[in-house]
């Protein structure tokens, strides 16, 4: 079974967005989790030197998923835009996401809120790297 059928039991509403629309705008406190069902998104972060391009993301790729874990509700660490056209995501139901995570064992829950942990800090560490790497190119010191 594809990513596409498991969380198809959670799909409670269908959105399109036009290229270069927000769908998530980093910095925000929303809890909306979203499967991209048509088109791709471009994933990017605000870093001192401007804003940059961490991922582009395709049909079947599941994002926001972090609102879902963090108990605090940190705020969103990137930005998701519709690119390169119409994008149509499917918007999960968050209250039975969040149902089933309680319903898992206690001692994995830890597990996966310090994966997503990780995916916080790694999409850090890549927009400095992007930075670097850019201003590497330019000569910049």
Do not use: C
């Not at 049909?59 to 926001?64: D, N, Q, S």
């Not at 995916?119 to 927009?127: D, H, M, Q, Y």
């Amino acid at each position: 079974m594809d990513i596409n059928q498991l969380v198809h039991i959670y799909l409670s509403n269908e959105e399109t967005y036009e290229s270069g629309e927000i769908i998530i705008e980093e910095g925000t406190k929303t809890d909306w989790v979203y499967i991209i069902l048509e088109g791709h998104v471009k994933v990017t972060k605000r870093t001192d030197s401007g804003v940059v391009t961490i991922d582009i993301l395709k049909k079947g790729a599941v994002f926001g998923e972090m609102a879902l874990f963090e108990k605090a509700q940190a705020s969103r660490s990137a930005s998701v835009i519709a690119a390169d056209g119409a994008v149509k995501v499917g918007v999960l139901d968050f209250q039975l996401l969040l149902k089933d995570y309680e319903s898992l064992s206690p001692q994995l829950r830890p597990l996966i809120r310090a994966l997503i942990m990780r995916l916080r800090e790694s999409t850090e560490k890549v927009a400095a790297f992007v930075v670097a790497a850019h201003q590497k190119s330019r000569g910049d010191r």
